[in-house]
């Protein structure tokens, strides 16, 4: 039992990472970056390279792709989001600019990567097993844990004490009247990408160590849980995200030690559609869920 | 009286954007909402065509109690509206628009067109020439093809009134309708509004511009801070201490 | 191909050589030489026209779902079954592929269409995905190996005619009250809703409209290639749709048409072009759809179909003026 919590928080640490990403955003410009599970999985990719190809070692490797995250996060922002402000419909055209962009980069990793999974090089990932309480954790999972919740301690001191962070929460809390008081939008958008970005390629390196298994359709199969989760916790919520992210990740375990793991995507699902019936401004949102 | 408020009340957090608002339109009416910028006027316009729930208080049309319907059922019902920020539809034509605003009127359905009935053909043509005959009252019928984003302000709140009135509903919410409009445009949005009044529709009427309200209007409620102040005809408007002192910050 | 010389015929005079003649400009032969050789890329063309058209639906009230490739899977195996295990009709199991997913879009569409147009969007995502991972996992249907051997029903013939009657649908939509209604929610639904259009109502008929159809191709596609298999109808089936429908245009119903046929003859030209150059075709495809869908969406947001509209309007205004 204590084994599947630990792996429930484990994965969960993962998918709240993710979809963090998918908040922040959301909160500032009020639009989904439907490219956020690309960089997920290129910056999975960018480590492996790093590591393998450049010999670097993961401890290095992993700030080092997280940094290019980010700044693929300033090219989605300035090639897909930016040029498409000023437009009337400008929900879906986000959405369908962004779904391009992944399109593009999904292109880019199998042509670079190859459509078959790849792997970290043997000794990268440390595989020593520690005993808690009658559960057989790995040093990994961890450390991943720790790295996860450091990464959202770090967010949440970013958003609550610095200046930028008061800025992106001006900026979320209403767009015009942030920039009537001097804030310079454009460039809190950019780094609101950049930090969202960074967080969705740091869960892409952590789960591509987690599982060992990088291929360029893996962001597919992430995204979903990611929607899931900020849809459950409520789009624009950062506590929504931690929370509903640990709380997916542990129902995804519970649900596959019961009744196998072919219902491993069915959960997320369930709970996506539960909540749009029931809550659709889910636990944390505020209640903007309604067109009129 | 034809629409009733009684005691309406809308937060956003924890600012009180209408305070128990309480007045009623008579049937027929022109009826003045006026205040100054942030009264809740516009607000109130949102509350009574459905876009937004009141959180306390409610909103009668002829009897009925409109204040949970959505946009769509209060619509169908007879109520109308302009916005303050011009809501055309920007891609489509002035006429185009303006045929869209007849959807409540229309009685052609898709199974005739799909048929090829005459029907269709015919139900859309006196849909069309409906809206041209909306487009010359508000003497815009030579811009009929014209893309609404092109053209100029004043030309836009005419073809959102047209809109607006091309649903023939009972109750006309006309949200700061001659804004932007110079002097001899206002005068003729002013008669065009008084034409429509006559001709049974009952005008809701918010505006800025205090002289044409103390012109056309037969009755006027005044906002401050999301309350009313002050009710009655525009004699007494004038001359009451509450609205100046609202309009000029003094104390009565 | 016409080629060689005149070849003296059995009566022993030479026929007319028809090669120079002008007034023929068509040799009947080189039309059925032509049609063999390029019939299966126009019966795909066919599909993913309707494709397209069903992804037009609602986009056409400003809508985004990206659930066509789940519907059109439902189409393809409710069909595939009825024909290899109950041997009906063509017609009564096309209509079975149509109306199944139809079924299926309005519990889909009912609790989210109600929402912001973000949520269908995700909503859609979550069902394709669903439906896919149902199948992979549902061995009555061989799961991720799918069902081949499905005899061969649809030709050229029911494509275009599918093709043909959904055209005139759409076209005869446009103009009607539900099709002024229509245009009025994707330019604005608020300002629509304040004007009695029940929003929800007309995009959900559009929904379950487009789930129809793309039922409708997913069941001609499987009778036309003999088979059905879940890698058909992943998510990046569903990015193909919307690309055809985004690039072609959205204004008029011949928009997503023209992208579909445009975008079904490329990667023909394609596989040429990729094997010489050394780029796998499969990336290199992968890549041309986002970046044209990205060029279109921030340059050409109304589609190429409307690069004929603003030429058209430019002579006509010139056509006046002189």
Known sequence: MTQQVVNGVFLGSIYALFALGYTLVFGVLDMLNLAHQAVFMLCAFVALSL????????????????????????????????????????????????????????????????PEVSRFPF???????????????????????????????????????????????????????????????????????????????????????????????????????????????????????????????????FTVARFGSSYRDAVSFAALFLVLIARPRGIFGKAQGRVA | ??????????????????????????????????????????????????????????????????????????????????????????????????????????????????????SARREQETARERARALLARVGLLERAEERAANLSYGEQRRVEIARALAADPAVLLLDEPTAGMNPAEVSAVGRLIAEVASQGHTVLLVEHNVKLVMSICRTITVLDFGEVIAEGPPAAIATSPAVIAAYLGAKP | ?????????????????????????????????????????????????????????????????????????????????????????????????????????????????????????????????????????????????????????????????????????????????????????????AAARTMGIDSTAHKLAMLTLGAAVAGLAGALEAHFTFMVSPGGYTFGRAVDMLVFAVVGGTAHPLGPLVGAAFLTALPEILRAAGSSIGIPPGPLRLFLNGAILLAVILFLPEGIASLWRRYGRRRVREGHAA
């Open chain 3, 1 to 189: 191909m016409a080629g060689g010389e005149p070849r003296p015929t059995e009566t022993g005079s030479t026929p007319v050589d028809h090669r120079y003649d002008a007034s023929l400009s068509v040799n009947l032969q080189d039309l059925r030489d032509f049609f063999l050789t390029y019939q299966s890329v126009i019966g795909f063309a066919g599909i993913n026209g309707l494709l397209a058209l069903s992804v037009y639906a609602t986009l056409s009230c400003g809508q985004l779902s990206l659930a066509n490739a789940g519907f059109m899977a439902i189409g393809a195996y409710a069909s595939a079954l009825l024909t290899v295990h109950a041997s009906l009709p063509f017609a009564v199991v096309l209509l079975a592929g149509t109306v199944a997913p139809a079924l299926l879009a309005v519990p889909l569409g009912l609790p989210v269409l109600r929402l912001r147009g973000v949520f269908l969007a995700i909503a859609t995502i979550g069902f394709g995905e669903v439906v896919r991972l149902g199948f992979v996992n549902w061995e009555y249907t061989n799961g991720a190996l799918g069902l081949v051997g499905i005899p061969q029903r649809a030709g050229l013939g029911s494509i275009l005619a599918a093709l043909a009657v959904t055209l005139f649908l759409f076209l005869r939509l446009r103009g009607t009250r539900t099709g002024c209604a229509l245009e009025a929610i994707r330019e604005d639904e």
């Open chain 2, 1 to 118: 009286m034809l629409l009733e408020l009684e005691r309406v009340s809308r937060s956003f957090g924890g600012v009180h954007a209408v305070d128990r608002c309480s007045f009623a339109v008579r049937q027929g009416d022109i009826h003045g909402l006026i205040g100054p910028n942030g009264a809740g006027k516009t607000t109130l316009l949102n509350l009574v065509s459905g876009l937004i729930q009141p959180t306390g208080g409610s909103i009668v049309l002829a009897g009925r109690r409109i204040d949970r319907l959505p946009p769509h059922r209060i619509a169908a019902l007879g109520v109308a509206r302009t916005y303050q920020n011009i809501r055309l539809f920007p891609d489509l034509s002035a006429i185009s628009n303006v045929i869209a605003g007849e959807h409540l009127r229309r009685r052609d359905t898709v199974l005739e067109s799909l048929l090829l009935l005459p």
């Open chain 1, 123 to 253: 000794g990268t990932i440390p595989s020593r097993q520690l005993r808690i309480g009658g559960a057989v954790v790995q040093e990994l999972q961890l450390v991943i844990i720790c790295v996860s919740i450091l990464m959202m301690v770090a967010l949440t001191v970013l958003l609550r004490k610095t200046p930028l962070g008061r800025q992106i929460r001006a900026v979320a809390e209403s767009g015009l009247s942030a920039r009537v008081l001097g804030v310079h939008v454009d460039r809190v958008v950019a780094a609101s990408f950049f930090i969202s970005s960074a967080l969705g390629g740091a869960a892409g390196v952590l789960f591509g160590l987690a599982f060992n298994s990088i291929s360029p359709d893996v962001g597919r199969s992430v995204e979903l849980k990611g929607l899931a989760v900020i849809i459950v916790g409520g789009m624009g919520s950062m506590p929504g995200a931690v929370a509903a992210g640990f709380a997916l990740g542990l129902l995804e375990v």
């Open chain 1, 51 to 114: 590591v393998a190809g450049l010999h670097l070692h993961i401890l290095l490797a992993f700030p080092v792709a997280v940094v290019v995250a980010g700044l693929l996060g300033l090219l989605i922002e300035r090639i897909a989001f930016r040029p498409l402000r000023r437009r009337a419909n400008s929900n879906i055209s986000g959405l369908i600019s962004s779904l391009a962009l992944a399109t593009l980069f999904e292109s880019i990793a199998l042509g670079v990567w190859g």
